[in-house]
């Protein structure tokens, strides 16, 4: 009788572990083969986790291939949201509006950057144009639907020479050919091509001056629901690794200028000025009140969100303009604070 409730109990512990490792292939299973991740030649946190191989530890580990698919801007990035051929996408606010306004299945999830002196009007050093409205006339270059292009709308517009200007729709490094062939002696645009137009240019205005005077721009990131409602868990996995990166970069900037001067193939210490040129938020500043507070209460870059449509609008950059129900369900604090609740209980 022993023998036989011995044999059964050893009987009942194999069948639970092959359970359990059934369970674990099929988890394994269920999980995406490869995840395409959409990103801007920034330098950002993701630069710095791409770099630091980071994306192997939360991701590769787990069987995942990432591809990293650059692009210049979010106009290219929304097309191949729309399209399904990417999971996630970095790209300037504005653009993400769009993708709003467009009715693109997506969701904000993060906060890379609050821009500043990292994007900015540029004009040549000899063309004798000292202020804005200096500009009256002349010829501006700026990717359309961008960043760059609200915040130039928004300073013309403040020095009475909106609609006294023609502004031209280029990418950044169309911009830069154009700059040194002399086509164009103005322009709002981001780092890295920011910087070889100062080489014999100076700066107006920045996003920084622009954000002090109540226009805020940001480089976010957007995931399509149809990914975040299957792989919730790899969607916190990726603000953790993200949340990983930016913590170099707060902890020992001298490293994180040293890291991204290499992966971007530029000096360290342009590096680290353009890195110094944005605000690098921390995740629990993201879910304060000043930029996602949580889904019970959004926070105030939600209104900053809906007071950027609604200029698109005005502009005629999109045809209609969400209401702010819609962004308060857009921009989603969610995977944020599951990420901090992770880490703190680790």
Same mark, same amino acid.
């Given at each position: 009788?022993?023998?036989?409730?011995?044999?059964?109990?050893?009987?009942?512990?194999?069948?639970?572990?092959?359970?359990?490792?059934?369970?674990?292939?099929?988890?394994?299973?269920?999980?995406?083969?490869?995840?395409?991740?959409?990103?801007?030649?920034?330098?950002?946190?993701?630069?710095?986790?791409?770099?630091?191989?980071?994306?192997?530890?939360?991701?590769?580990? %787990?069987?995942?291939?990432?591809?990293?698919?650059?692009?210049?801007?979010?106009?290219?990035?929304?097309?191949?949201?729309?399209?399904?051929?990417?999971?996630?996408?970095?790209? &300037?606010?504005?653009?993400?509006?769009?993708?709003?306004?467009?009715?693109?299945?997506? /969701?904000?999830?993060?906060?890379?950057?609050?821009?500043?002196?990292?994007?900015?009007?540029?004009?040549?050093?000899?063309?004798?144009?000292?202020?804005?409205?200096?500009?009256?006339?002349?010829?501006?270059?700026? @990717?359309?639907?961008?960043?760059?292009?609200?915040?130039?709308?928004?300073?013309? %517009? #403040?020095?009475?020479?909106?609609?006294?200007? /023609?502004?031209?729709?280029?990418?950044? @490094?169309?911009?830069?050919?154009?700059?040194?062939?002399?086509?164009?002696?103005?322009?709002?645009?981001?780092?890295?091509?920011?910087?070889?137009?100062?080489?014999? &240019?100076?700066?107006?205005?920045?996003?920084? #001056?622009?954000?002090?005077?109540?226009?805020?721009?940001?480089?976010?990131?957007?995931?399509?629901?149809?990914?975040?409602?299957?792989?919730?868990?790899?969607?916190?996995?990726?603000?953790?690794?993200?949340?990983?990166?930016?913590?170099?970069?707060?902890?020992?900037?001298?490293?994180?200028?040293?890291?991204?001067?290499?992966?971007?193939?530029?000096?360290?210490? #342009?590096?680290?000025?353009?890195?110094?040129?944005?605000?690098?938020?921390?995740?629990?500043?993201?879910?304060?009140?000043?930029?996602?507070?949580?889904?019970?209460? @959004?926070? #105030?870059?939600?209104?900053?969100?809906?007071?950027?449509?609604?200029?698109?609008?005005?502009?005629?950059?999109?045809?209609?303009?969400?209401?702010? /129900?819609?962004?308060?369900?857009?921009?989603?604090?969610?995977?944020?604070?599951?990420?901090?609740?992770?880490?703190?209980?680790?």
């Amino acid at each position: 009788m022993k023998k036989i409730l011995l044999i059964i109990l050893i009987a009942v512990i194999v069948g639970s572990l092959v359970g359990c490792n059934s369970l674990e292939k099929s988890e394994e299973s269920s999980l995406p083969k490869e995840i395409n991740f959409g990103i801007l030649r920034v330098p950002n946190e993701e630069t710095i986790a791409i770099a630091e191989g980071l994306f192997d530890k939360y991701f590769t580990e %787990k069987g995942i291939k990432c591809n990293f698919i650059v692009f210049d801007s979010g106009v290219d990035a929304n097309k191949a949201l729309a399209s399904g051929s990417i999971d996630f996408a970095t790209m &300037g606010n504005t653009n993400s509006i769009i993708a709003l306004s467009m009715d693109l299945d997506v /969701e904000m999830i993060y906060i890379h950057e609050v821009l500043g002196e990292i994007e900015a009007l540029a004009v040549k050093k000899n063309s004798g144009i000292n202020k804005i409205k200096d500009l009256s006339g002349e010829i501006i270059a700026t @990717p359309f639907a961008s960043t760059s292009h609200y915040s130039l709308l928004n300073a013309l %517009k #403040d020095n009475g020479v909106d609609g006294k200007v /023609e502004l031209l729709d280029m990418k950044t @490094p169309e911009i830069v050919a154009a700059w040194e062939r002399g086509d164009i002696k103005a322009a709002y645009t981001w780092q890295p091509s920011l910087g070889k137009l100062l080489n014999d &240019g100076k700066i107006l205005i920045s996003s920084e #001056d622009m954000a002090n005077n109540g226009y805020v721009t940001a480089n976010v990131e957007l995931v399509r629901k149809e990914f975040s409602k299957k792989y919730p868990e790899l969607v916190t996995d990726f603000i953790t690794c993200l949340s990983e990166a930016k913590d170099i970069y707060i902890k020992d900037q001298e490293k994180a200028a040293t890291i991204v001067s290499e992966e971007l193939e530029i000096t360290k210490e #342009d590096a680290l000025k353009q890195m110094n040129g944005s605000i690098w938020c921390t995740p629990e500043k993201l879910i304060s009140k000043k930029y996602f507070g949580t889904n019970k209460k @959004p926070g #105030d870059f939600v209104t900053i969100m809906k007071d950027t449509s609604d200029f698109l609008k005005k502009q005629g950059s999109i045809d209609n303009s969400p209401s702010k /129900e819609e962004f308060d369900e857009y921009v989603n604090p969610l995977y944020i604070q599951k990420s901090l609740e992770k880490t703190s209980n680790n």
